[in-house]
């Protein structure tokens, strides 16, 4: 069986749509696309915003070949993790009829892009009393009991920042063979230090890896992720994401940033985040509206307060914003802080030490 069969069937044999600029890119005139022949405007970032992106531009591809250390052909360059999500879901899982299976408190697009398909939601949540740690016979349990197709690991796990060891997605992945893809949502990887699932891509064809730009690489606004899966898999990727996912603008800022002398700025930047978590995760530790600090493996960390409304108005009053997580299981009294430069933290601080 290949992995491919755990696709819904109707996708079988759907050809991708040839665009004018999959079909063309060398030319001297361009009178293919139905484009305008001019830009109106001489801004020069502008020059050239007439025409067509390259659907999958080359220089973010072979980038990312290089950056994730996987073939180009495993690799889908998306509009953020957020568009791998989405067409994963589309692609494997029969709306009213499938599942996809989280492990709550996690990443809420998971759910909400199933919903908007109209699949089922099946839960395992993470054990609140281990520190949030998933449960791999929980997570089989559930998936196995009902028609799962897609198993969302998250780690480090939003909003927790808890780590899911290697081994633990390669159980998962090994158990659920011919059953389910396991989506690893790397999102926050550069800042736990762990390995990723990519290296099991390999021996396990039902792993898809989601990367983004948006975290470590200081890219959210250009809306720039990847899904790295089994080739089959980025095949049928390819013929379910939209013509031109990747507009010309977000292309220019990625190949601006996203290159090897990039990430030498990025692990600099990377590391600063950490130091500042550290100063501010024991800072935190020590205000006495403060109950609980969650550890973390991410550029953010739960906070409990005693009386959280309280903390959030007060920094609301100073224009700091937070994001309340006090209604995601085991998390009452959280919100999550990601950490600012180190400015912004202090001024964080500020807000909470009168409290
Ligand atoms: C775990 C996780 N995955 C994916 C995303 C979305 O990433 P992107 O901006 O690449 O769509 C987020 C955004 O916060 C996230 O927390």
Redesign the pocket.
Known sequence: MSVLDLARPHLRGVEAYKSARSLATEGAIFLDANESPRVLSDDAALKGMNRYPAPQPPAIVREAARYYGVPAERLVV????????DLLTRAFVEPGREEILVTPP??G?YAIAARLHGARVCEAPLDAARGFALDPARVLSSAKSGPVKLVFV?R????TGTGVPLETVEALAKELTERALVVV?E??LEFSGASSATGLLERYPNIAV??????AWGL?GA???FLIADPSVTALMQIVRAPYPISAAAARAVEAVFDAPGEKRMRRSVAGTLSERARLMAAFARLPCVTEVLPTEANFFIAKFADKDAALAALRRRGIIVRDRGSEPGLAGGVRITIGTAGENSKLLAGLEKL
């Open positions: 998306t509009r953020g993790a957020d568009e791998g999500i996690t990443y697009v998250c480090p796990n939003n909003p949502d999102a926050y989601l990367k983004t730009l948006s975290k959210a809306r720039c992720g």
